[in-house]
């Protein structure tokens, strides 16, 4: 169906009617958020503008400021904004919208506002880094291809879902799918407004836009094409396929360069049931677990006989783990080992030890030593065979990544944060921003967690 973009009307919120903030866990404070000017307004009513209130937190103000845009349709009226006095909270903020959204400066207005609320809050000094060198399984004894692997093998290929992907939808099932399609974009529409997730009703909903309504507004697909979400229902591949649910339409973008994911269109192919979805997940924790003990040889032996004797021996392990759970497949188990081993060398190769560099560079640094000058301090006292060599090149040429990465990680972070704080404040950018983005996991576990958000599945049934 054709999709035009349409300029739509702003409403101003009721008189008293006022945004509330969003705290780290989402809960919400009182104070209004956002004044409106209604000499801001245009000829058609839209506000271009928002005068913020200077009391409150530049996080609070740019999600507010960016979700103002988020315009409802146009046959809303003010009861849609009913129980909206709240911001979205975090969870479902980072679940419905792409990962776009969180950009360099919303991150370091989200890193300010932690620091904020940490001043105020007394917590203990232990923290979270990014990884315990004595966590996890040992390695275990030689395994073969013995019969226990041999039937966990023949398991998992037996479970290879039979879907059929060839009967196509006819007019009138397109036009159910298309409207119940355009009725999930308006749910997430409402909750990103504030709306909660117990008081949308998916009757009322159909009540108050009508399949007439949702044909003339062109399935609202413009919360996709603006940049809200980052997620759609994938007709060209997905959507006109008879026997698939709307768990399997539902498609995660890829990202602005398209290059967010290590496999998207493998991802979005593989029809997979929430059932999977969250065997998958259970089995990446398993692996991740149990096949810790591959991380110091992912890199010195990945080309010699004795990294294909300990892959071998992984492996095997993997193929016994997955076929624990009764929805995984081989596929998955595959992609599942091979992405671990992925992350796990992305992480030996740039993440190792980088928490404990930034934050003793930070901690020179907020004492008003250079960045070069505390990056040759830690580089002469520290030993970190995974960094040294990009501290080097720091060193020798300046300006490098590690300066860039540095300073994403630690604007807004102040140095009466307590020190033990400050560096688990440091290792969450640096998930962030590496974040071992790309894997299958990550897109499990965010389409998971969007089909709860939706209705597409029981909120219950979420693990």
Known sequence: MPQKRRRRRRRPLQEGLSRRRLDEDGASLS??????????????????????????????????SRLAQLQLPDSADISDLDGCSNLPSSEILEALTPKSFHDDDLRAALLEYQCQNLLSEIRGPDFMGLDTEDSGESEPDDL??????????????????????????????????????????????????GKPVDELDDAALERKYPAELIVEKDCFCHYVTDGYFGWDFDSD?????????????????????????????KYRAFYSTPEADRDYLQYWEMIGKKIKWLKKYVLPHESSYEWDKVHSKAGIQAVRIAAEFPHMTMELAAVGFNEYILNTRTYVMSVKDLDGIFYDIWRLHVGNQGFSDALRQVYGERLSPAQNRNMEYGLKFGHSRMDILFRQCT??????????????????????????????????RKKLKIAELLGLIPRDKMV
Do not use: C
């Open 237 to 265: 591949l997905l959507g006109h396929k008879k026997y698939l649910t709307d768990y399997q339409r539902l498609v995660l973008l890829n990202g602005d360069g398209g290059d967010e994911y290590t496999d998207w269109k």
């Open 144 to 193: 073969t291809r013995d019969e226990k692997f041999t039937r966990a093998r023949e398991v998992l290929v037996a479970r290879m879902p039979d879907i059929d992907t060839y009967t196509r939808l006819d007019q009138e099932q397109t036009n159910k799918v298309y409207f119940k399609h355009a009725l999930y974009r308006i749910r997430a529409a409402l909750l990103l407004k």
């Open 411 to 444: 604007e807004g972070l102040t140095k009466d944060v307590p020190k033990s704080r400050a560096r688990e404040l440091i290792a969450q950018e640096i998930r962030w921003r590496y974040g071992f983005a790309g894997t299958y996991e990550q897109y499990a």
């Open 31 to 64: 104070e209004s958020l956002v004044d409106w000017d209604s000499s801001s307004l245009d000829e058609d009513g839209a506000s271009d503008d928002l005068v913020m209130s200077s009391t409150e937190p530049r996080y609070h103000q740019i999600i507010t």
